[in-house]
């Protein structure tokens, strides 16, 4: 007896591996992108109140109704089309299971998709689970900038879609306005189809403002946007994603929701309705807040020899370790984090996992920071102590 060939070409999750090595040795979890704070108590009531009320059973299969209404209300004018909740609009479980979806509704077996890497751990194994190939489309360091000759050069006869991740994990890159140019230019003259994930949105940093892909005239009818409530709500394990598709593409994006998971949990979705009604200095206070942990993570770092990638977005960095002086910088990526795990007490992700050549992450590790200041400060004094 064995596994199907699919499931021998991807691995389980660095990331949650790390994780429970975390919890078994009892280091300060830098590694795996969760807060170690409560959401705004006002959905945590919300969420006590829809269970209360009945709100216990199946809802429609691609969302609660006033769920999707709001969502719809809300990044119609982000996106530069009407969305339909009855059309274009599914509540999936996560952002997780929305890239999954949105590549089954496009990818046929022996298509190739394009991937940014660094990437998320799920994006490979979402191609690979539709029978498509995934094709590395590498950003360099140290300034990891979209290269259109790079990116251009990776299409060919078997391209069907393109997917990338703004702000991006883990490199903190927001895109600007020539690679975002560069991209376009290669999903129109390709007949592409554009898959963005876009969970961090709200996260982001010097005055930055996040501006969908979508949003251009030449990729709306093209993009799928993949987004969620877990990262801007600190209710990651809450399980909300949301995908808005095209009028081409939507009736495929629901059917393979509706045989993966019937519907998202229903008490939370009702819940989500209360956190998009969130005043908008709700989201000031979360870009400040987010900001003085980005800084504060980073003076450690810089203290300690690490040399850090400044993010624009999102919540991590990366870091390389190799100028550090001990012994252990001269480990690959895995036995480093494992030795910041088990002797340092801060739990890491190697960038090898990022890659699908592992080689092309060597030397550096990401560190994920939404966590309580007085977290980050635990963990940067025992960085500290490496010296």
């Known amino acids: 007896m064995k596994p199907s060939n699919r499931i021998n070409q991807f691995g389980e999750s660095i990331i949650r591996e790390m994780t429970r090595h975390a919890h078994e040795h009892g280091a300060i979890n830098l590694s795996q992108g969760y807060p170690d704070f409560d959401p705004p108590q006002v959905i945590v009531d919300a969420a006590v109140a829809a269970i209360r009320g009945g709100e216990n059973q199946y809802t429609v299969t691609w969302g609660y109704p ?32 929305g890239i999954v979806v949105a590549m089954q509704a496009v990818a046929n077996p ?17 191609a690979i689970m539709a029978g498509a190939r995934a094709v590395p489309v590498p950003l360099t360091a140290p300034d990891y900038r979209l290269d259109y000759e790079m990116l251009a050069s990776r299409v060919t006869a078997q391209t069907r879609a393109l997917l990338i991740n703004t702000p991006h994990n883990p490199t903190g890159r927001v895109f600007d306005e020539a690679e975002m140019a560069a991209l376009i230019e290669v999903v129109t003259a390709n007949d592409l189809v554009l898959i963005t994930d876009e969970i961090y949105e709200h996260i982001l940093y010097d005055g930055r403002v996040h501006v969908s892909p979508a949003l251009h005239p030449a990729l709306r009818d093209r993009t799928i946007v993949v987004g969620g409530l877990s990262k801007t ?19 495929g994006v629901r059917r393979m929701h509706d045989y993966i998971t019937i519907c ?21 206070e979360l870009t400040e807040s987010y900001q003085q942990r980005r800084d504060t993570l980073l003076e450690y770092l810089a203290e300690a ?25 001269r480990l690959n990526g895995m036995d480093f984090a494992m030795w910041m795990t088990r002797d340092v007490g801060v739990a890491v992700v190697p960038m090898s996992s990022f890659y699908s050549d592992p080689s092309l992450g060597e030397g550096s590790v ?9 977290t980050l400060r635990m963990a940067g004094e025992r960085l500290l102590a490496i010296r």
């Open 366 to 374: 990401r560190f994920a920071f939404p966590k309580k200041l007085e």
């Open 305 to 329: 020899d690490f040399r850090a990638l400044t993010p624009e977005g999102a919540y991590y960095t990366i870091a390389d370790y190799r100028g550090l002086s001990v012994p252990q910088a």
């Open 66 to 97: 006033p769920l999707r209404a709001r969502l719809a209300e809300l990044y119609t004018p982000k996106l530069g089309r009407t969305l339909d909740p009855d059309v274009h609009v599914t509540v999936t479980c996560g952002v997780t299971e």
């Open 264 to 284: 998202a949990p229903t008490p939370l979705q009702a819940a989500a309705v209360a956190a998009l009604d969130l005043p908008e200095s709700y989201y000031t």
């Open 110 to 126: 022996g298509d190739e998709v394009l991937v940014l890497e660094p990437a998320h751990e799920n994006f490979r194994p979402a």
């Open 233 to 251: 709500f600190a209710i990651t394990g809450w399980r909300l994603g949301f995908v808005f598709a095209p009028d081409a593409l939507a009736s």
